[in-house]
């Protein structure tokens, strides 16, 4: 390590900027935000110093700088980055740089990799920073155990680990938190709050994120919106237990103000590491954004589009079963369903729960993963083989974490149940979960599920898990499982894509209850909710968009009256709600009228039009005063062209709703406007529309770039639970 002067490392991309300096004994932070542009040897060293903060009056001796790894040993008082023990010593850590690596990627970002150790607890800790094109910092560690010092413990005597988390600083102007909550089919509701002097911290016990997972954590300047105001996050990339913080203490965070941070949440002797064991850390993805709300999605969305694995084809229409049959598999119904739907345009037919053996209900046979006899004499073959002549692809609902207490699995392996060894507590859900980390039961459920796919070539799985985890242990001792529980169902995932590369899997946890980029690493979307109601789903599909793309979110149409709600909506608005994502019908098509299925092909067909735009576009939001009305759409990353929809949920006082920004579009260009009536226009709560809205309904109306951008369209007046699709292209010159 360089010494005098120390070396600053400067990661860049898209506008974003991160700052080490390589201090002894440990590297801090000096800048993370903004891009700083091209520093000079002179401006590196004006930027280290006035990273230097005042010594305050009761206060350590040395100015407080925020490192990359802070413990009390620089004077911070705030949550350390770990903590832990070995048989009760070694619990003040003390770590010194032993090495780093650096270099930048040609397409933007870059890499740093500092290893650090902590000599009492013979610890080796592997801190990585990578900054990817797309602005986002993805940050992770790896503690190694090296054996502990003769004079403290036994050389074997294995370190117990109780937290490691990767946190970044905040300045004084991020002072506001956004993060989310949520329950069943209403998930990813937003809450914000002003950040004090403490720590805000979010913690999920529940083995899986939840439905009411903080999902992202934000902190940003007050007020900051959809398209203004500076914003910071972290998203834990982690299928499990997790913590987010946001710690602001009154002496600050060095020449910071505050720390933003998260990891695995880890319960006491999960994590015990003897000589030669490691722990990683989940990455922690941190996005800066100048642009609000809709300037951060964009990085996260430019970066999942990124990954190798990111679906290239075009997302097939599907239709799922189970709000049209529910556990009611007759073959000769479900023949009907499956003709209708490829009568339709539906591109994929997925069967959902009931097709195994026991299964008439919820409570009886997840476990039993073989084709019910009694119900399927054939087998799945007389459906699969159907829905494949109608040019249709197949899929399947699965739930293979999980096992009723009532099936031939349960009991035959009783000790396959994951709980305590005085035996298992209260089911949910009619269920209890497997040990994944039980090598037979992982074995058992790969070759299940390799059969399964093998037999019948299913594109798609629908993969649920319905329950959380409670009492997660494991083994005579009650050893904690939950970490192992995710891991296990990693390499579980990772094993069946080897075999079955071709393979979507959809991520579903009782709707949208894993909703994390660990999950994504190894499936293809998720299923935002089990609601289909599409009041609730504009809200959830908003702020799900906050991290995924669309062509990552299952949106599917439902029924009226709502299976979840039972609210009764129009058709219009249901559709147009469920166009923007990986579209899907969930709905009996036997009881539509052939009006209803007219309407159904007309949308289908649009959405194959504009599926290029709505899967590969900028997804936008704008910021109106009443949260009544909703107007987001999807931008071509060009600006060419748009879709918008203009939703409202519920009545308002105002009776007009003003001049309305379309956001994304180019003020400088000329572009069409028409509305899309394909779907049915929405019922008006108003005599007459504003000027432009009959041309526009009648066909394209042009306008410049700086009306539609910058002054505003004054927006025509819905009637609650209604929307509107507003289609917007660049003119040529």
């Known amino acids: 390590m360089p010494t005098s002067p120390a070396r600053i490392v400067v990661l860049r991309a898209a506008g974003s900027c991160f700052a080490v300096e390589l201090t002894e004994p440990v590297p801090s932070v000096l800048h993370w935000g903004a891009d700083l542009g091209e520093l000079t040897d002179a401006d590196l060293a004006a930027l280290s110093l006035t990273a230097g903060p005042a010594i305050l009056n009761n206060a350590p001796d040395l100015p407080r700088r925020f490192t990359v790894w802070p413990t009390e040993a620089e004077g911070w008082s705030g949550s350390p980055a770990h903590h832990g023990h070995l ?84 300045p004084r102007r991020a002072a506001e938190i956004l993060d989310f909550t949520g329950k069943w089919s209403r998930e990813r509701s937003p809450q914000r709050r002003p950040l004090g002097h403490g720590i805000h911290a979010r913690e999920v016990r529940r083995g899986k994120p939840g ?68 722990y990683r850390t989940p990455v922690c993805h941190f996005a800066w954004s100048a642009d609000g709300l809709d300037g951060l999605a964009d990085r996260f969305h430019t970066l999942l589009r990124a990954r190798p694995e990111h679906p290239s084809s075009p997302r097939p229409l599907v239709l799922n079963s189970w709000e049209a049959v529910y556990f009611d598999h007759d073959l000769e119904r479900l023949h009907r369903l499956a003709e209708l739907a490829a009568q339709v345009g539906v591109e994929r037919f997925v069967l959902d729960d009931g097709w195994f053996s026991g299964r008439r209900a919820d409570d009886a046979g997840l476990g039993d993963w073989t084709v019910d006899p009694v119900v399927w004499p054939n087998g799945l073959d007389p459906l699969v083989d159907r829905v494949r002549a109608l040019d249709m692809d197949f899929g399947l609902w699965v739930e293979p974490e999980m ?70 242990v494991h083994g005579r001792a009650d050893r904690p499982a939950a970490h192992a529980q995710v891991d296990a169902l990693y390499r579980l995932l990772d094993a069946l894509r080897e075999r079955h590369p071709a393979l979507e899997i959809e991520s579903c946890a009782s709707g949208g209850g894993r909703v994390d980029l660990g ?42 009256p709502s299976h979840t709600t039972a609210r009764v909506t129009s058709d219009g608005f249901r559709l147009v709600t469920a166009l923007f994502g990986h579209a899907g019908i969930e709905q009996d098509l036997t009881r539509c009228s052939p009006e209803e299925l007219a309407r159904l092909t007309a949308w289908t067909a649009l959405h194959r039009e504009l599926r290029p735009l709505l899967h590969g576009g900028r997804t936008v939001r704008a910021d109106l005063e009443d949260e009544a009305r909703l107007l987001h759409g999807v931008v071509a990353r060009d600006a060419s062209a748009a879709v918008y929809c203009w939703a409202r949920l519920a009545t308002s006082a105002e009776g007009q709703s003003g001049r309305v920004r379309l956001p994304g579009l180019d003020a400088s260009a000329r572009y069409r406007v028409r509305v899309r009536t394909e779907l049915g226009l929405p019922s008006f709560h108003q005599g007459a529309g504003p000027d432009w809205l009959p041309r526009a309904l009648a066909g394209w109306v042009s306008l410049p770039g700086a009306v539609l951008a910058l002054a505003g369209l004054p927006m025509p007046t819905l009637d609650p639970a209604q929307a509107m699709l507003l289609e917007v292209l660049r003119e040529r010159h």
């Open 519 to 560: 999950i994504l690493a190894r499936t293809d979307r998720v299923w935002a909710s089990d609601c289909n109601d599409p009041v609730e789903r504009q809200t959830i599909q908003r702020w799900t968009g906050q991290l995924l793309p669309p062509e990552l979110v299952g949106t599917h149409v439902g029924p009226s």
């Open 403 to 472: 096992v009723n207490p009532d099936s031939e699995l349960a009991r035959r392996h009783p000790d396959w149940v994951l709980g305590p060894a005085a035996g298992p507590g209260a089911t949910s859900r009619n269920q209890h979960a497997l040990d994944l980390a039980n090598p037979e039961v992982r074995s058992y459920l790969l070759h299940a599920l390799d059969k399964l796919v093998t037999s019948y070539d299913i594109a798609f799985l629908k993969w649920d898990h319905n329950r959380e985890l409670h009492e997660a």
């Open 211 to 278: 439905v009411d997972s903080p999902y992202l954590l934000g902190v940003g300047t007050p007020g900051f919106g959809f398209r203004s105001g500076e914003v910071w996050a972290v998203h834990v990339a982690w299928s499990g237990d997790q913590r987010y913080s946001v710690e602001q203490l009154p002496e600050g965070a060095g020449s910071h103000a505050s720390a933003l941070g998260g990891g695995e949440l880890l319960r006491s002797g999960e994590i015990r590491l003897a000589p030669g064991d490691s």
């Open 87 to 170: 048989a009760g010593t070694a619990g003040a850590p003390r770590l010194t740089t032993t090495g780093y690596s650096h270099h930048e990627f040609p397409e933007g970002g870059g890499e740093l990799v500092l290893e650090l150790a902590d000599g009492g607890a013979g610890l080796d800790v592997t801190l990585s920073y990578r900054m990817e094109p797309s602005g986002v910092l993805a940050a992770w560690a790896r503690l190694t155990r090296r054996g502990a010092e003769p004079h403290h413990t036994p050389h074997d005597a294995p370190y117990d680990l109780t937290q490691a988390l990767v946190v970044l600083p905040l």
